[in-house]
């Protein structure tokens, strides 16, 4: 029974050259390649997202631009008609038979004001009667010559 059994392995002594078993200089290229191309990709995508954000940016500045001209032109508008409105608001007060008239006329210059209607349509009765209301206040020319404009029959 002795005989069938198998005598034990001899003992290897390995050394090690390197750290890394699984190192040769083969990798070491790919690792170089391989670091390279992302170094690639980093930079490409680095300036992508500087495209990106200067493209945001002049669309931001852009969009600023557009409503400070918004704001302008709306301020503009208030000022043009701000006399017709004040003394309409006075002649309220007084003139309690033309009062749906002047409370018509102001709210056609506040849509106006607010960039709602550039100009506003009535049927001929109604621009000659504002009209003529209007020339009895005492109002500056221009102004009721550019609200005119405004209203057309």
């Known amino acids: 029974m002795e005989n069938n059994i198998r005598p034990p392995d ?4 390995e050394t ?3 750290n890394n078993i699984w ?3 083969e990798d070491d290229d790919n690792i170089n390649v391989i670091l390279e191309i992302s170094k690639r990709e ?14 945001e940016q002049e669309q931001r500045m852009k969009e600023q631009e557009e409503r400070m001209k918004r704001e302008e032109m709306l301020q503009q508008r208030k000022n043009k008609l701000n006399t ?4 309409i608001n006075k002649m309220l007060l007084i003139d309690k038979e033309n009062k749906q008239k002047y409370e018509f006329i102001l709210s056609i210059i506040e849509l106006y004001e607010i960039g709602e209607i550039h100009n506003y349509k009535i049927n001929l009765e109604e ?20 609200f005119k ?3 057309q029959p």
């Open 127 to 146: 621009y000659t009667t504002i009209i003529n209301l209007l020339k009895t206040v005492r109002l500056p020319i221009d102004e009721v010559e550019y």
């Open 10 to 13: 001899p003992i290897k002594k």
């Open 42 to 55: 980093y930079y490409k995508q680095q300036k992508l997202n500087r495209m990106k954000e200067q493209e």
């Open 149 to 151: 404009k405004l209203i």
């Open 84 to 87: 017709i409105k004040t003394k």
């Open 23 to 25: 190192y040769n200089n």
């Open 16 to 18: 090690l050259l390197t």
